[in-house]
């Protein structure tokens, strides 16, 4: 990488850009008067949290708080969504017609329905039926969903690997599932990470559509702070930059297994 | 060892015109025979070697193997294919994998072996196909025909009853040919049952106890390889002849 005078052009062009828009807006002149102070409190503070636990501490602010349970429930969904997907993706290139359709069928269930309707049915219907608490249902709802989508990856993934790569497995007296596990799986999974990376971001995100289920995630603590402090923008710039935090955090990860998987290219 | 009897085998090609693989194949290879197999492309040669290990399923007919008819439903063609090795035109090594581990890991999976025991065959193996020195490299760093003779180590590491071998050397660059031509002939020469499809008359000629001549689906002519050279019989085989040699 190297600065040239295509950079200086491209550099130039956006801070005309960037001063073109905030004039824009100064002009249009709201009136917002800006608290940022009162963020770090949502984030930490050192106090006491009741009358009842009033010892001074540092403790988890609001959005920490959420930002705790976003965590949780996303890496709880991955987890599931990996074991769901790689069932998935092994059941749609079955040779046995039944379970071939079956999961096809659950595949176009999950991906042609809106997520937030299926937390709504996970929660209220399945959920009342087996007493599932808000965080295992929302728990549910985001592995199913992002299931499907893992289900296809990985089977793009098993069909991009060459079949001598089985053949070669089963001429040497590996059974179906030993191949899968030891030959197969293992190159499709190295090939695949950029696209799970991306359905893993995407599942982050889309758990913030959990909050409609009362459970007290990033968005929905945000949501409570803003009631309470009337501090929007603040708020919801802050909740931005924490989901960032993860999703940037996530690919991040996904960049080092790849490269660290690249050594036998 | 192996008894083919009235095997028949057709293909489906994606434009759902029906190719005959195998039509009324008959044919017995002893135990410690060296048998070549050779025919122009689509004659059925391959598929009769991917029909022996059942990569390929026969239409009708029978295939014997130490007695074992291996397309009876009682079988556990796992258990037929750790006797059978089988090495491929594009080698197949597993790209994730080291080079000992790529001979080692049928060995642990298959045959139940504890490490210490897989890795010293292994490395035994690697040693006689002469490329130990390789062994912490991944296959993506070898040349063809040390790809292929890593495939051939993983191989004999099964200790199968019988190696089959589908045109071993066509993918690599002449001078790779040669390298892995004497392996072959070495493990011929220690009476191994081989089957090999190849276009190396020079091989046949050297080490092969019978030359089999197929064209489509069907053997035309078999004998030694010195009659093949001297006076083949068949008008196609002459003319098959006259294109190789």
């Known amino acids: 990488m190297t600065f040239n005078k295509r950079s200086l052009i491209t550099l130039g062009v956006l801070a005309i850009v960037t001063f073109a828009v905030y004039y824009f807006f100064s002009r249009r002149g709201i009136t917002y008067i800006w608290h940022w102070e009162r963020i770090p409190e949502m984030l930490f503070y050192y106090g006491g949290k009741s009358a009842e636990d009033a010892v001074p501490r540092v403790r988890m602010g609001i959005l920490m708080i959420g930002f705790v349970l976003t965590l949780k429930i996303s890496i709880a969904s991955i987890f599931f969504a990996i074991i769901i997907g790689t069932i998935v993706g092994i059941a749609r290139l079955s040779h046995e017609p039944v379970t071939r359709a079956l999961s096809l069928g659950y595949v176009e269930l999950i991906r042609n329905t809106p997520l937030l309707v299926q937390i709504y049915i996970i929660y209220f219907f399945v959920g009342s039926m087996l007493r599932l608490s808000a965080f295992a249902a929302g728990t549910a709802a985001l592995s199913i969903f992002a299931g499907a989508y893992v289900g296809e990856i990985v089977r793009a993934g098993i069909q991009s690997i060459h079949k001598g790569q089985m053949e070669a497995s089963r001429s040497l007296g590996m059974s179906y599932a030993e191949a899968m596990r030891h030959i197969i799986l293992p190159q499709a999974f190295k090939r695949i990470i950029p696209p799970l990376a991306g359905q893993f971001i995407s599942l982050v995100k889309d758990s913030s559509l959990v909050s409609v289920i009362a459970l007290a995630d990033l968005m929905f603590q945000g949501q409570q702070a803003v009631a309470r402090t009337y501090h929007a923008f603040e708020i919801y710039f802050t909740i931005a930059f924490l989901y960032l935090v993860m999703t940037f955090t996530l690919s991040m990860a996904t960049q080092y297994i790849e490269r660290r998987l690249a050594i036998s290219d | ?245």
């Open chain 2, 1 to 245: 060892m192996i008894k083919a009897r009235n095997v028949h085998k057709t293909f489906k090609t994606p434009d759902r015109k029906e190719v005959k693989a195998l039509v009324d194949f008959s044919t017995d290879i002893k135990k410690g025979e060296v048998v070549v197999i050779i025919g122009p492309s689509g004659s059925g040669k391959s598929t009769f070697l991917r029909c022996l290990n059942r990569l390929d399923e026969i239409d009708s007919g029978e295939i014997f193997i130490d007695g074992v008819n291996i397309y009876d439903k009682k079988v556990n063609i796992n258990e037929i294919r750790e006797e059978i090795g089988m090495v491929f035109q594009l080698f197949n090594l597993f790209p994730h994998k080291t080079v000992l581990e790529n001979v080692t890991l049928a060995q642990m999976v298959v045959r139940k072996k504890n490490k210490e025991e897989a890795l010293e065959v292994s490395r035994g193996l690697l040693h006689k196909v002469g490329i130990l020195e390789k062994e912490n490299v991944y296959p993506a760093q070898l040349s063809g025909g040390q790809q292929q003779r890593v495939a051939i180590a993983r191989v004999l590491a099964m200790h199968p009853k019988i190696m089959m071998f589908d045109e071993a050397t066509s993918a690599l660059d002449p001078e790779m040919i040669g390298e892995v031509l004497d392996v072959m002939k070495t493990l011929a020469k220690e009476g191994r049952t081989m089957v090999v499809v190849t276009h190396e008359m020079g091989f046949a000629r050297e080490v092969s106890d019978r030359v089999v001549f197929m064209d489509e689906g069907q053997i035309v002519e078999e004998g030694t390889a010195e009659h093949f050279f001297t006076n083949p019989v068949h008008e196609r085989t002459k003319l098959f002849l006259s294109q190789i040699l």
